[in-house]
């Protein structure tokens, strides 16, 4: 019932700048969560940054002041504009969509999209 689609992703070098979109359908986009996730090889899933319906905004700490999570909810789309890249911020990126419930439990949504490859190279 949910579709995410990501965009964006590519090979940069450090210091570059790439942006990440994700466009959502099938549920109302403006009372749902939105959260960028991100996979590098060997490595669990995390958290990157996260989004309220009214664009209240957290961030893991590795990407404070580098990336800036947004949203446009008529056009149910959720931005990373991503900065300052480093070589550590080589990863899978992931558009995730969530409940009230699950921010609440500060856990990812079920839906996902299937990923967007982002590679920062020196």
């Known amino acids: 019932q949910v579709q995410l689609v990501e965009s964006g992703g590519g090979l940069v070098q450090a210091g570059g700048s790439l942006r990440l979109s994700c466009v959502a359908s099938?549920?109302?986009?403006?009372?749902?969560?939105m959260g960028w996730y991100r996979q590098a090889p060997g490595k669990q899933r995390e958290l990157v940054a996260r989004?309220?319906?009214?664009?209240?905004?957290k961030y893991s700490d590795s990407v404070k002041g580098r990336f800036t999570i947004s949203r446009d909810n008529a056009k149910k789309t959720v931005y990373l504009p991503m900065n300052s890249l480093k070589l550590e911020d080589t990863a899978v990126h992931y558009c995730?969509?969530?409940?009230?419930?699950?921010?609440?439990?500060?856990?990812?949504?079920?839906?996902w999209g299937q990923g967007t490859q982002v590679t920062v190279s020196s």
């Open positions: 995730n969509q969530g409940s009230w419930r699950d921010y609440l439990s500060n856990q990812p949504g079920d839906y």
């Open positions: 099938g549920r109302i986009f403006s009372i749902n969560y």
């Open positions: 989004i309220t319906s009214d664009s209240r905004t």
